[in-house]
């Protein structure tokens, strides 16, 4: 619809300089090609970054960075942006001495180089990965004044690796494995249980992500990639995989990313990230520049449990929804990017997304959430989020009734 | 079938790296440490962190304490009052402590540590309590049976063909409930607020 | 197949230091989070990076450098490594500042700023973008040792952007258009033709790619895309689209991107960059470390006309040839990766890709391509492209009978 | 319809960036010059790089020439022997020239460079001749109708349902016949040959 005041404030106005005095990048020559054989973005992009909110953990070693989700679009993270959680530090590894073991329940234990791996034949993936934490801060309330705090620990990049299920085959399973446990070379060398089915399914050990080598920070020269299920699983720097028939019951299965009820029983084994959505822009980091007319609400959906199927938007906290336009690929396990355009008329707006995945699930509230979960469960909150859009184009996280 | 790929690892190799721990033992060295040794080593290597009696210092973790908390509106979660197994302890310890450096415990060392750590949970109650893989079994931790299997989907999921609620969804307009308690956690504008609590896990 | 003689050859052997003495990074913690706001590659990885020839041209500011397509794998070119080919070297914008104006047959000229830009549907699109040029020093034959140089002017990223339509319409076209003539604000203040029908299809006029903005070497913080039509008309550092009703004959559709045929005449408005294939691994810069047995050949195939519909490899320089696997998404005007997994026998290779794509059209070998063209038309050199693997896993660029 | 987005160009904003000229002349500014005062702007602001006669200095490109060649092994494409419409020469040598001083030059100075520009490669002959938007249209360029649309396809294309050949696609095992002319490009290794000829367009 037309945005007829807009438009009658559309008339001739005085000439803007940044016209009719051609700039300086109009009239010289830039420099030349190879000055940056590996480019960075703009000065001007400067503020694009992961960030931390040191507060939140006991030292930056065993913390997390965040994704600036609200300065990205489309389905693919940036390498450089993609969100860190670290439990001791970066391993900086040199890959001509990094080895991948397998041991445990084999007919023969192998040891990989880095050249080795890529004889095997390899697949290139989309998929989204988010730590069971993300959003973590938000159970109890609306925290933090950002969806790259509130949202942040999850990206989507391009993998490519060799299943699994080759490796594995390799060394050739006994007919008791069930289980096998991935550990990481860092000094955190973490572990965790992953069932056979899963590992045999669709499981990668990864070597590239968006086309290069993985970053430092995603765990470079090679990491796991358990698609749909939480991040914590995807072991970075991986150096060992066990076979074996029971599971081990790691600290990061136990002691973390187990999920404490209001009743006292804590879930064990949580694998699967439930469908969820957030929206981008506008968000606290993203307001609005304009007060009326054409907008554009631009956010992310993704499941572990195949494609998205849908995403509502509500301009009015969830009392009634409209359809928003998924756009480009919607692959399975990997994010979707949705969009809803309408003419706004500068009133306050409650703004919500809603996701529905392939196999019906709905993104549920958050006061569903706690029903169900208590406030204590720390992991899997995958609640509708809820900005609230002032006219002035702030934007704040809020909880509605 | 295998394709030719890699070589076949050494039992050095796997020694090496075959640091995993099970609760069925499986992986436990040989070794033995009692809670006397362990008080020794940990406030030489540990306390410094954890806390004398495991408490915590400043925001690194705690280790003990906490049991019957699990129903509160802060529970505290730690070795005594959350997991449920031993092997945990030992394999953490070993491969992740401490902090900085990191596998450079001997077993003796590891079941002498955890042997404390038992005992400032008040789950061993002897300072010459001795653990070692022969009695390792035994222990069982507080809170082992109270962990279930993972029940989800535990929300609204669709029958086929159905849609989502779309039109007055709610009986009343919503009202605003909460807002931000963090309103400005951008690191650039000198205004962050400090310490407004809660952790990331 | 097995390898009969590598698995005999896996038997156990002396302990691998790398594994028996823990190195520093499973002992003590590396760099905490949010240390790398934004990131970079590991410095393992710092020969992964864009090449020029200096000899090539005048300057470097009127150049090229290569995407090192050798290293690469997956569909995404990662930002950072994408090709340069600049006419007056890098504009450095300020975003604040830049402007994009639509004159000529409209009914209302517009001026609008970034954030305006932002306020239009948008859609996101995985796409390669070539240009004309490249593979042009091949005509002759044999030239340049590495696919990064003699197929390296191709990138393929997710665009985001706006439907130029959607501009169009906004200014409102008059009865009488027929052509649209973007408008670079570097110093080349490139222009070229684009028909109408082709503007309104799928042109966007983009300002992100992978996620976030535009790179200045692409053409921050505007650029236009023309899918599958070649890389010339995706005007960077986008200031200006005039609509007009005859096409302009700009020096960049006359004096270049004109192919010279044989007899002296000369084809104008060669838009479309027919299918096309190379192997980028193994080849020049990506020599083979075994000497039999299990061996993947990888590469990239694409088409400005669709979808590739099947890419074939040969192992004899194009006298038998089996179908490779295409791998991950297959997207329209888009690179689709491919893989031909086969069992060396350690002897000499003669490599070729061939790609067919879902129009029919069949990747013509270069002798079929001198033939219609002769040797002198410059660009669209899509001929197939041979790589002779030694025994010892070296690899050159050659021709064959 | 318009979603009122943007806001309408002033006049003078339109005339800063409409810099255009297409070949049936909108687009051309007022103004005139003649080949001599064309001459000596050249060999100012010009010949540094392209020769005092357009025929090029070291890499940077000649301007002239190269009239009945484009059937040799080496054609030499140039305003006078390739392109076809003057226009352009207008267009781009306001718009681009000199190299690293872009849309200095005034109306009066392009068209006498582009007066010259005619006079080096022999299309006038006349020094005191004068180019101005009045008799633009008049100079055809000698190439202009060497020109002919795109007929692609124009290699094999498969019809419905039919496969690419995949078997003894060749009577002979092929042989090299060829090997790579510039082994070593990679800037790194030190060894790199040097101006092996031939350049990016
Ligand atoms: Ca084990
Ligand atoms: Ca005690
Ligand atoms: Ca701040
Ligand atoms: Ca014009
Ligand atoms: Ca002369
Ligand atoms: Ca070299
Ligand atoms: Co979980
Ligand atoms: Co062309």
């Given at each position: 619809t037309l945005a007829a005041g807009a438009l009658a404030a559309r008339g001739a106005a005085a000439s803007d300089t940044a016209i009719t005095e051609l700039p300086d990048w109009t009239r010289y020559l830039g420099e030349g090609v190879a000055t940056r054989p590996y480019g960075h973005p703009s000065e001007f992009e400067s503020g694009v970054v992961r960030r931390d909110v040191p507060w939140l953990t006991a030292s930056p070693e065993s913390s997390v960075s965040f994704t600036p989700l609200h300065d990205l679009d489309g389905i693919i993270t940036p390498n450089g942006l993609c969100f860190e959680r670290h439990h001791a530090g970066i391993a900086e590894i040199d890959p001509s001495k990094h080895r991948l073991m397998v041991n445990g329940l084999v007919e023969k234990p192998l040891v990989f180089t880095m050249d080795d791996l890529k004889r095997f034949p390899r697949e290139n993936r989309v998929y989204f990965l988010e730590c069971a934490a993300n959003s973590g801060m938000e159970w109890r309330g609306a925290q933090l004044n950002g969806c790259q705090y509130t949202h942040g620990m999850v990206h989507c990049v391009m993998y490519t690796g060799v299943p699994l299920k080759h490796i594995l085959n390799e060394a050739g399973l006994r007919t008791n494995a069930a289980w096998v446990m991935p550990e990481g070379?860092?000094?955190?060398a973490m572990t965790r249980s992953v069932p056979l089915q899963k590992a045999m399914d669709d499981c990668l050990v990864a070597f590239k992500m968006n086309g290069e080598a993985l970053r430092p920070e995603q765990g470079y020269p090679l990491r796991l990639v358990v698609p749909g299920w939480e991040g914590n699983m995807w072991v970075k720097w991986l150096r060992r995989i066990e076979v074996g028939d029971e599971p081990w019951h790691t600290r990061e299965e136990t002691s973390k990313y187990t999920d404490l009820l209001e009743n006292g029983k804590a879930r064990r084994f949580t694998w699967v990230m439930d469908a969820k959505s957030v929206i981008t822009s506008p968000s606290p980091q993203a307001p609005l520049n304009h007060r009326s007319g054409a907008t554009v609400v631009s956010g992310l959906a993704w499941s572990g449990n195949g494609r998205i199927a849908r995403v509502d938007v509500s301009l009015d906290g969830g009392r009634n929804w409209r359809p928003a336009r998924l756009d480009g690929p919607v692959l399975p396990r990997a994010v979707s990017r949705f969009y809803c355009e309408f003419d706004w008329d500068g009133s306050d707006l409650l703004l919500q997304s809603r996701a529905t995945d392939e196999t019906g699930y709905v993104q549920p509230s958050k006061e569903e959430l706690r029903a169900v979960r208590g406030v204590n469960s720390i992991y899997h909150n995958n609640g509708i989020q809820t900005w609230h859009v002032r006219s002035n184009g702030e934007v704040e996280n809020v909880e509605v009734s | 079938g295998p394709l030719g790929i890699g070589r076949e690892a050494t039992p050095e190799e796997i020694a090496a790296w075959d640091i995993d721990v099970r609760p069925d033992g499986q992986g436990l060295p040989e070794g033995h440490g009692t809670v006397a040794e362990g008080q020794t080593i940990f406030e030489e290597k540990c306390a410094a962190c954890h806390g004398v009696f495991g408490e915590g210092e400043g925001r690194w973790p705690e280790l003990a304490g906490g049991q019957g908390t699990l129903q509160d509106e802060r529970p505290v979660k730690t070795i005594g009052s959350?997991?449920?197994?031993l092997s945990t302890v030992y394999d953490y310890v070993h491969r992740a402590m401490p902090f900085g450096d990191a596998e450079s415990l001997t077993p003796d060392e590891v079941y002498a540590l955890v042997a404390y750590l038992l005992y400032l949970n008040d789950i061993v109650t002897d300072e010459d309590f001795e653990l070692s893989k022969d009695n390792f079994g035994t222990i069982r931790l507080p809170n082992e049976a109270n962990f279930i299997d993972d029940p989800r989907p535990d929300t609204e999921v669709l029958k086929a063909g159905a849609e989502p609620c779309?039109?007055?969804?709610?009986a009343e307009p919503p009202r605003i409930t909460m807002r931000a308690r963090i309103l400005d956690v951008t690191p650039d504008a000198g205004n962050d607020e400090e310490n407004a609590g809660g952790s990331v896990d």
């Open positions: 070379a860092d000094a955190a | 959350f997991w449920p197994y779309m039109k007055d969804c709610k």
